[in-house]
């Protein structure tokens, strides 16, 4: 690309903008470009100073040629990249175009077209940026696995964790979003997979003697490659306690979850069904399949100190006709006292909820982080009531 020796200042580079994150533990930064020709590094007194130590001291040059926006690299250790391609001289630039020094990535906005009601989230650039991130969950380590306790109704003892993913990463904040993210790469499956794989690498922090539940997405049960994935987790760790949640929409296809219970019991891995009771499963086939637990939706057993009677009679059947068909029966979304005084008068087997303890890092559930008196973490005595959403989960 041509190089010019004497780039111009026509441009006004006072109407430029950089949105985007650069801890993941705070929100996104709006950073002004100043006048032109402007500096951009790590360093505090760069005219654009970016505080993270993949940026380089001297990283990238914002400059203008023909009253056009340019950047180009100044020999950073990371790269500079526009668009997901790395710079390797200059590259005129566009609004709405994603720019990443090393691996902070912005939008570029200009202030003509700025609204303060405008958030990053919802723009259309805002999901390509979305995607950029999502590289970073996979490999520069943004997934962090959040544990949430598993207790018996009975005494409320912990028996286990499920783990869930969660993460800092703009965009990339909930379930919903990380899997919506890897949707649009047809990456759903590694997404699961690479969950269930950070999630079992923490465990050795944990007693052995806990039941470890890892979750599925949907798209998995229809692929090559789930038994693979999990024959090598079960060489990683051969002593842990594994259920493994599939969602109760595949319960309609027998004969595939005939055969993943056989391969998972061969990998001394047990069965649950996740989210039962509110979608196509069929009780004909529950009692075909046999699951060794059967998750109640939260739908059905949130705030069931608050339901119609009917509803309630309704819950307390289907509890005990899984019960009957020697399965344990696992409330979701046990929020109160109430409904687990409830819910334990129905002869539930297992629970889970912000009752027992939200969803959190597993520094919280060892047992030097339990609180005096407790048995299920920081939540034992009526818990945090705020409402959990099923893309929370």
Known sequence: METHNAPDTSINATEWFLSGQINESEGIRRLKIPALPCDVG?????AVSIPSNAVSKTHAEFFSIDGKLCVRDSGSTN??????????DYM???EGDLIQ?????FRLSSGRNHTEGHTLHEDSCDRALAMMQFDRL???GGLVPFFQPIVEVGDKKTIGYEILGRSRLFGLKTPAEMFSAASKLNLEAELSR???IHGVQLCSQLPRDLDIYLNTHPTELAREGLYDSLVALRESAPDLRITLEIHEAAITNPGLIIQLRERLA???MKLAFDDFGVG???LVELSEVRPDVVKFDMKLTRDIHRATEKRKEVVALIAKMVNDLGILSLAEGVETIESHEILRNMNFSLAQGFYYGKPSPIGVWLPSATLPGTKTGPFPEGGDTDAESPQDR
């Open 42 to 46: 790590r360093r505090s007194d760069a």
């Open 79 to 88: 790269g500079t990249f526009v668009n997901g391609q790395r710079i390797l």
């Open 92 to 94: 005129p630039l566009e």
């Open 101 to 105: 020094f090393a691996t902070i990535v």
């Open 138 to 140: 996979m490999n520069d």
């Open 194 to 196: 690479v969950m269930r």
């Open 266 to 268: 061969d990998l001394d």
């Open 280 to 282: 196509r499963a069929r």
